[in-house]
């Protein structure tokens, strides 16, 4: 089961469960969408996998599975976020 993670851990905006601006990849680090799209160009700066839209929690399972509360804000070095794309951006998300 996915955390739902709170927050962008770049920018720190605030993602509660039913955001529709919460991208996350398959290690389920969590960005805003501003942050996936401009910033990472959909590439997580973490693991150089790919950032999707999250799934949405259904309100009426938040009391039996709650989102998580821990908040991780680590803000990226653009530096080596833009490195990461040039040595992987034009490779597939399946290939990398």
Known sequence: MLEIRPSCEHCNKKLPYNSIQAMICSFECTYCTTCAQKLFKNICPN????????????????DKHPAATTVIF??????????????YGHIPPEKR
Do not use: A, E, V
């Not at 790919?50 to 399972?61: A, E, F, K, M, V």
């Open 47 to 62: 693991c150089t996998g790919n950032l999707t839209p999250r799934p949405i929690r259904p309100s009426y399972h938040i």
């Open 74 to 87: 680590d803000p990226k070095d653009l530096k080596i976020t833009h490195q990461q794309f040039s040595d």
